[in-house]
């Protein structure tokens, strides 16, 4: 790439654009804006460039107008989030995680939709150290936000951990090969070596060049029949073909993506389309070359129109095929046959490849102390005795992998101490929910999502009971705002916040994670929300067919129609009212 690309693109450059490319290679200021004592907040261009080293600079919403009225600076925080591809990390190292949330976060653990940990609460002046920490286990947090490719995602289930243990190993290659090549990170963080200008060294990102992506991209690996990555929703979707219990290779879909915007019909989710099968020993040279179709033709005028899906819709699937075939050098072959037939966690105990493997429910993935519910001593106790490691999901939950026969008796007796088990025995509903942060640390959240979507599961729940549907699998997300963070638009019943307890209903997405919802009601809040669900429910008791989801039936029930591009998202709202 050479960055005259750049001015090829319609329209003036976004201003972000013009930072990325004057901040030497994502140095800034930021190193001096540690420094300053008078603020707890660092400079809105160093932000910004802040996002590419893995945090958010935040405040905390529930204190901003009582701090206003004060005449003082907003609670400044830091969310810190770490990268861990395919979600593996060793109790070594979720030890220091949840040592460093104690002694400089707020005291919790988030584990991500795209399986990573978050720390929330971090101040300015503990950032340093936080950095520091995550490194000394061998971990980091560059990459895990900004516009580069995220936190590489896989299937992490046990039970298939012959074919994981492969795939896990594609993602760790991939994550690495993605990684911003950059020596900030370890100057600011690390106390490395500093470089005057590493402009003058000539070339330092050969992947991304010195304006790195249009936007942030993601990348991840599904193994049939699980689709608990949401395949369909990452700009580059892997999907692993098996023949013979061997890996064969992958097929490859382009082009998904979550987020919109609410009023915008130029905005939309999308699902990733497949375009052809790879060899797995050509994976990391088609996954370099979409990537780079990407970062030469994507909109970097409009960072809302600068996703991936984007650029393919406005272009065409043929024509990415076309390019992406040019830029190899080589063609893809035809996909290959592959079935999904969940998206979800299996809880509890499983034995796989001779160890044993607890799946904990883990519910929005906020890992915390309850006056009734130790959930976070808990896994701390296990993680002092484990030998194995810790495997976060896709759905914010936690697998205890690898347990010897040895060691499980202990790790039992402590998930029955602390009640870490009892997750199993919660509703389908509320096993397959899953929330956003949204208030009081999100700068993007326009109503409630982690602290609100389990109360309103808990009612949805009585509603389940008088249905006789406690046991029914419905997959159920809420998002703060349209970004999609949770992948509401997948869900069979997604709500996103459009203002201060009021929601967008979304209904008629997928069990599998293969179709968009649609939707169905807008601006509503919680009465109308339990009102609206209570008969829809009780008439898909009533009515449905053997084995059909309840995103099915509400289409063929006509409540919405089928969506399966997000160029069809916003053509026609709900068909029955």
């Given at each position: 790439?050479?960055d005259?690309?750049?001015y090829?693109?319609?329209g003036p450059?976004s ?7 004057d901040s030497n290679?994502?140095r800034?200021t930021?190193a001096e804006g540690?420094?300053?004592?008078i ?8 932000t ?5 080293h893995?945090?958010?600079?935040q405040?905390d919403?529930?204190v ?6 004060k005449k003082l ?9 770490v990268r ?7 109790p070594e190292q ?7 949330s104690?002694?400089?976060g707020?005291?919790t653990?988030?584990l991500?939709?795209r399986q990573s940990?978050?720390?929330?609460g971090?101040?300015k002046w503990?950032?340093?150290n936080?950095?520091q920490?995550?490194n000394?286990v061998?971990?980091s947090?560059l ?5 580069v490719n995220?936190n590489?995602?896989c299937?992490p289930?046990?039970?298939q951990?012959?074919?994981?243990r492969?795939?896990y190993?594609?993602?760790e290659?991939l994550s690495e090969h ?6 900030a990170y ?5 106390d490395?070596?500093k470089?005057?200008?590493?402009r ?6 050969p992947i ?15 193994v ?8 369909f929703s ?9 023949e ?5 290779g ?8 979550m987020?919109m ?6 905005t939309?989710?999308?699902l990733?389309r497949?375009?052809g099968?790879c060899?797995t ?8 070359k979409v ?14 129109n ?8 406005a ?6 095929k076309k ?7 080589w063609?893809?072959?035809e996909?290959?046959?592959y ?6 966690d299996r809880?509890?105990w499983?034995?796989g490849?001779?160890?044993w493997h607890?799946t ?7 890992v915390k102390?309850f ?16 030998t194995?490691?810790f495997?976060?999901?896709?759905n ?12 499980k008796q202990?790790i039992?007796e402590l ?8 997750g199993?025995?919660?509703?389908a509903?509320?096993?397959?929910s899953?929330a ?8 993007l ?5 982690e ?6 599961v808990n009612?949805?729940?009585?509603i389940?009971?008088?249905a006789?549907?406690r ?15 949770s992948r509401p638009g ?5 709500f996103?916040?459009?203002a ?15 179709r968009l919802?649609?939707?169905?009601r807008e601006?509503?809040g919680e009465?109308?929300?339990l009102e609206t669900?209570?008969?829809m429910?009780?008439q898909y008791a009533k009515?449905?067919?053997d084995?059909e989801h ?11 129609e089928?969506?399966h591009?997000g160029?069809d998202?916003h053509?026609t ?5």
């Amino acid at each position: 790439m050479t960055d005259s690309k750049f001015y090829e693109q319609e329209g003036p450059p976004s201003d972000l654009e013009h930072i990325k490319k004057d901040s030497n290679y994502l140095r800034g200021t930021i190193a001096e804006g540690l420094n300053d004592q008078i603020t707890g907040a660092i400079s809105d261009d160093d932000t910004k460039l802040l996002k590419f080293h893995g945090s958010y600079q935040q405040d905390d919403r529930d204190v901003r107008n009582e701090r206003r009225r004060k005449k003082l600076e907003p609670a400044y925080q830091f969310m810190v989030r770490v990268r861990a591809p395919g979600g593996v990390t060793t109790p070594e190292q979720w030890l220091v995680i949840d040592d460093i949330s104690q002694k400089y976060g707020n005291q919790t653990l988030k584990l991500t939709t795209r399986q990573s940990f978050q720390l929330h609460g971090i101040l300015k002046w503990n950032l340093k150290n936080t950095f520091q920490e995550v490194n000394e286990v061998l971990m980091s947090t560059l990459a895990a936000c900004g516009d580069v490719n995220r936190n590489v995602m896989c299937n992490p289930n046990p039970y298939q951990s012959e074919v994981h243990r492969e795939v896990y190993e594609w993602a760790e290659k991939l994550s690495e090969h993605f990684s911003p090549q950059t020596n900030a990170y370890h100057e600011i963080w690390l106390d490395g070596d500093k470089v005057v200008d590493s402009r003058d060294k000539g070339e330092v990102e050969p992947i991304y060049g010195s304006y790195y992506l249009p936007r942030k991209f993601k990348i991840g690996i599904a193994v049939p029949p699980s689709n608990d990555i949401d395949v369909f929703s990452h700009d580059l979707g892997l999907i692993a073909i098996l023949e013979e219990g061997q890996l064969k290779g992958f097929n490859i879909a382009v082009g998904g993506g979550m987020g919109m915007t609410h009023g915008d019909t130029k905005t939309y989710p999308q699902l990733a389309r497949v375009i052809g099968f790879c060899p797995t020993d050509k994976i990391l040279d088609a996954a370099a070359k979409v990537v780079s179709i990407q970062r030469d033709y994507g909109n970097r005028s409009d960072r809302m129109n600068a996703r991936f899906k984007y650029t393919i819709d406005a272009r065409g699937l043929e024509w990415v095929k076309k390019e992406l075939n040019e830029r190899l050098g080589w063609r893809l072959e035809e996909a290959r046959p592959y079935q999904f037939d969940h998206n979800g966690d299996r809880l509890g105990w499983v034995k796989g490849d001779g160890k044993w493997h607890l799946t904990l429910f883990i519910q929005n993935g906020r890992v915390k102390d309850f006056e009734d519910y130790k959930l976070q001593t808990g896994l701390r106790e296990i993680a002092k005795i484990h030998t194995g490691d810790f495997r976060l999901t896709p759905n914010q939950n936690v697998i205890i992998a690898n347990v010897t026969d040895q060691n499980k008796q202990k790790i039992v007796e402590l998930a029955e101490e602390y009640g870490l088990t009892e997750g199993k025995h919660h509703s389908a509903l509320k096993r397959n929910s899953m929330a956003c942060v949204a208030f009081p640390t999100c700068g993007l959240a326009m109503a409630e999502s982690e602290r609100y979507l389990p109360l309103l599961v808990n009612k949805i729940e009585d509603i389940l009971d008088e249905a006789g549907l406690r046991d029914e699998e419905i997959v159920i997300r809420m998002s703060g705002c349209p970004n999609g963070c949770s992948r509401p638009g997948l869900a069979e019943i997604a709500f996103i916040g459009k203002a201060p307890g009021k929601y967008n209903m979304y209904l008629g997405g997928s069990f599998t994670g293969e179709r968009l919802n649609k939707l169905y009601r807008e601006n509503i809040g919680e009465e109308e929300i339990l009102e609206t669900l209570r008969s829809m429910l009780i008439q898909y008791a009533k009515e449905r067919r053997d084995g059909e989801h309840f995103g099915d039936y509400v289409i063929r029930a006509g409540f919405v129609e089928e969506v399966h591009s997000g160029l069809d998202f916003h053509t026609t709202n709900a068909v029955k009212n």
